[in-house]
């Protein structure tokens, strides 16, 4: 007599060899490249390393802020520097900031300097020449640098002068990267002092 196997053994049998079951290594988060050999994009260890070199750069080729206001604007980007009263400190939205009124400018244009919370655009990143996008493996990693670059902002510029609603009516002074969009300038800082 002829042993038969059970039809769902064979059934399991057939799904192991077909799944291709083998030893899986786990690799622990952070030391993948020990593993591959491809070492891991560090956004932040890439702008830690720049910063210095960044604010340098910046600040070497600012020009003030209220000439170009008075004459061609500041158009896609541009290197600012300046002094001005802030008028407010807005904290309403995630994207705080202060409202400024630069000394010798009185045209209509809204002037912010972004100022915690949430950083937005790549003004840092698009003015500096320390890195250019051929320095990167990808338009990811490109993104990833402008995001911690802002984040640097945060760290190094704004969080020192732990800012709150008394900066109203303050002098600011500052250096950055400046953006012009619907009639609004937004500046991002590399430096700032309030007095």
Known sequence: MKKRIPLFAVSALLAVSLTGCGFVTVVPIGEEAAYSGKEVFDSSAESGSDWASVVEELTGKAVDLTELLNGDGVGSGAVVAGTAVITEFNTETP?????????????DAQIKIQAGGVYSGTAIRDTQTIKTFESFTNQTEWSQYAKALNKEVDAQVVAPLALDESAAGKKVTFTGAAVESNGTITITPVAMTIE
Do not use: A, Q, V
Not at 95 to 107: D, V
């Open 95 to 107: 994207k705080h900031f202060l409202l400024i009124e630069p000394e010798g400018y009185s045209g």
